[in-house]
């Protein structure tokens, strides 16, 4: 029987046994009248690994960050984020849909990076004209970008900035745990210059459902009756809080061995001829490829797929993402990359 290779994304992540049984055993209550045991934990763990006040347990990442836009900033604000980020690309518009807020997109480096004289360029003076700016948004690590890491000096530079401009800033760390074994640093030296940070359980952390919100307190009061309001209240979510305990506990240090695969990953295929990988982009979990060849990405993905039994997301005629996760080991690139060599011959 054909072995299936997942490299779609972090997201298939399954929770590991310790979580199931976590799951099964759990202590609830209802979590929207702040009953619930469990959930509390979470909370008050994820807070403390941040650095911050307190912290909300949500559904996904991207309600986190809708409520993050809808309590920092009233509508008809403008907020500033880098033209290739989650928020502004993949968030369903919501931003402006839901909160009333105005997109400044401000183009990257070729990695996805802010440059901060950009950023500091990007808030104009007070004009009847503009709408005012009321918030940055940083993407850590940079999903397109190719799972990229911004400097944390850069970091320090944003809420310089901000400060001046007298707005605040907001993280969407979906895998901001990747940037911090990444840099090697504490999580919370990443996110120390922010006002507010979402990071998600549910990818290389193997946990099945939810991602975290956090911030000052009144930030997060003002986030549970946004997260009411978006119907994201939960009752007995203890059940799901108990594999993200775990996922804080036990899943951050071995992301780094996502890191290796995909490093393997990365320059196997570079060398492979008519396939192509920026090699300088790969410095987490994630890996674009390019192919340059006369046969195009949907051959390659289709063949991987119905051939070898390796999912990979094909995003055009050209770019192929790949993302490795705890479900993917040595071996498992070792074959992938046999796999496309064959493809490609």
């Not at 193997?206 to 994201?232: D, N, Q, Y």
């Not at 570079?270 to 990405?297: F, H, M, P, R, W």
């Not at 999912?311 to 996760?325: F, G, I, K, N, Y």
Request: net charge negative; glycine share 8%; hydrophobic share 40%.
């Amino acid at each position: 029987m054909q072995k299936t290779i997942n490299l779609l994304s972090d997201t298939v992540t399954h929770p590991t046994e310790e979580m199931r049984r976590a799951i099964c055993e759990a202590q609830v209550g209802d979590d929207v009248s702040k009953a619930d045991p469990t959930v509390n934990k979470l909370q008050k763990l994820a807070s403390e690994m941040m650095g911050m006040e307190d912290a909300l347990f949500v559904p996904s990442g991207t309600m986190g960050n809708l409520i993050a836009l809808l309590c920092h900033c009233p509508a008809g604000k403008e907020v500033l984020l880098e033209t290739d980020t989650h928020i502004n690309k993949f968030e369903v518009g919501g931003m402006a849909r839901v909160a009333g807020l105005m997109p400044y997109p401000i183009k990257g480096d070729k990695l996805g990076i802010l440059d901060p004289d950009d950023v500091r360029a990007a808030i104009r003076p007070e004009n009847v004209h503009f709408p005012a700016p009321g918030l940055l948004c940083i993407e850590n690590t940079h999903n397109l970008g190719g799972g990229t890491v911004h400097p944390l000096e850069y970091l320090a530079q944003y809420r310089k900035i901000a400060d001046d401009a007298g707005i605040k800033i907001h993280m969407d760390g979906a895998r901001v745990f990747n940037a911090a074994v990444r840099q090697k640093v504490d999580v919370k030296e990443i996110v120390k210059h922010t006002d507010s940070v979402m990071f998600c359980l549910s990818k290389g952390l193997s946990a099945p459902v939810g991602s975290m919100l956090c911030g000052k307190k009144e930030f997060i009061a003002e986030a549970v009756r946004a997260r009411k309001m978006l119907g994201g209240g939960m009752r007995q979510a203890g059940v799901l809080a108990a594999a993200g305990i775990l996922a804080l506990e036990q899943m951050v240090d071995r992301l780094a061995e996502d890191h290796q695969t995909a490093r393997k990953l990365a320059e196997g295929l570079n060398s492979i001829n008519g396939i192509s990988v920026e090699l300088e982009g790969v410095q987490t979990n994630l890996v674009y490829l390019s192919v340059c060849a006369e046969k195009d990405a949907h051959h390659v993905g289709s063949e991987l797929k119905e051939k070898y039994g390796i999912l990979c997301e094909v995003r055009d005629a050209v770019q192929m993402r790949m993302v490795t996760h705890r479900h993917i080991t040595s071996e498992d690139i070792d074959y992938v990359l046999d796999c496309t060599s064959k493809i490609m011959a």
